[in-house]
């Protein structure tokens, strides 16, 4: 059964930062390809970043780029969110996912499992 489960989420004032954990339980995590979404209240789940299996290629959200840095050990199945300067209008709740298919990482549609989520609240 794969399971991912986040931490690192809190309170933070704006400018500050953040490192966010996803603890990933899939055999298969080595080649799996990673994304970082999040969900604001009332508004719909927006890509934040990705990364392949190899960790050679990351993508990233026109809103979160130069800001935040995702990163992978696949040696201890975790995969990372670093998020420095951060805004108001990060505040969310951050999910990981995995998705076994290589394209379309920025869609949601892609990932075949999700992690419960953790909060991020960005006071300005």
């Known amino acids: 059964q794969v399971q991912l489960v986040e931490s690192g989420g809190g309170l933070v004032q704006a400018g500050g930062s953040l490192r966010l954990s996803c603890a990933a339980s899939i055999g298969t995590f080595s080649i799996s390809n990673m994304g970082w979404f999040r969900q604001a209240p009332g508004k719909e789940r927006e890509f934040v970043a990705a990364i392949r299996w190899s960790g050679g290629t990351t993508y990233y959200a026109d809103s979160v780029k130069g800001r935040f840095t995702i990163s992978r050990d696949n040696a201890k199945k975790m995969v990372y969110l670093q998020m420095n300067s951060l805004k108001p209008e990060d505040t969310a709740v951050y999910h990981c996912?995995?998705?076994?298919?290589?394209?379309?990482?920025?869609?949601?549609?892609?990932?075949?499992?999700w992690g419960q989520g953790t909060q991020v609240t960005v006071s300005s």
């Open positions: 996912a995995a998705a076994q298919s290589t394209w379309a990482l920025r869609n949601a549609e892609t990932y075949d499992s």
